[in-house]
């Protein structure tokens, strides 16, 4: 049982690069959720997947695209990659947004610079 | 907009030391409470959370919370930390009755203990 699994972990791209992060979780969780940290601003959400098949923005979703490809995997993509999305990105999941109450499961997160 | 307010972003203390990490939120209506920790290399994990009953809950570590309704508080505290509670701290809040339930994160606060 591995939780949140993202890849890759640490990624270095050129302004205008595009490149997709990869989110799976094996916990059969219906919904799941991208998020960026950065210093000082804490983490914000990016986009959302209520479930299999539906995706929704969150606070800061401009820049990004997202596919919710099954059940299991919720990935990230930057079409053409800015300086002000370096960040840290974190993936999570809950069985159902109402089982954020209880627990909501992260990844270990991608370091991503984009230069 | 409804926000989260962490007004301690870098904490450092001695071993022993008392502790006491500032949240307030912004929203009138009822909501959640959740502290979640970061350990250096690692993934967020859940504290500690409040939905309602007693206003004082205790969490993982020894860590515990007091909600404050009448000033939107949920202020972590621990009276004696240890070198191994150097971290980074979220409060977080779930805003329910908005439709989809997602948590909203603080800016987070860097706590450094020295041994």
């Known amino acids: 049982n591995a939780g949140v699994t993202q890849t890759p972990k640490f990624q270095v791209l050129k302004t205008g690069q595009s490149m997709t992060l990869q989110c799976a979780q094996d916990?059969?969780?219906?919904?799941m959720y991208w998020y960026r940290q950065d210093p000082g601003m804490g983490l914000r959400l990016i986009y959302y997947?209520?479930?299999?098949?539906?995706?929704d923005k969150g606070e800061v979703p401009n820049g990004y695209n997202v596919s919710r490809l099954n059940k299991r995997e919720f990935s990230l993509r930057l079409e053409s990659a800015a300086p002000s999305q370096t960040s840290v990105y974190f993936c999570?999941?809950?069985?159902?947004?109402?089982?954020?109450?209880?627990?909501?499961?992260f990844g270990s997160g991608t370091q991503l610079s984009v230069l | 907009a409804q926000s989260v307010s962490q007004h301690n972003h870098h904490v450092i203390l001695s071993e022993a030391a008392s502790l006491e990490l500032g949240c307030n939120y912004s929203y009138g209506g009822t909501v959640n409470l959740f502290w979640y920790v970061q350990y250096p290399g690692q993934h967020l994990q859940l504290l500690l959370k409040y939905f309602s009953g007693d206003p004082l809950v205790k969490g993982i570590k020894g860590f515990e919370a007091e909600f404050i309704k009448s000033k939107f508080s949920f202020n972590l505290r621990k009276p004696s930390v240890q070198w191994s509670d150097t971290a980074e701290y979220f409060c977080a809040v779930n805003l329910l009755n908005t439709g989809f339930q997602k948590l909203v994160f603080g800016t987070g606060t860097r706590l450094l203990v020295s041994p």
């Open positions: 999570a999941s809950s069985f159902t947004d109402r089982a954020i109450n209880e627990k909501l499961f």
């Open positions: 916990m059969n969780h219906n919904s």
């Open positions: 997947s209520a479930s299999e098949g539906t995706t």
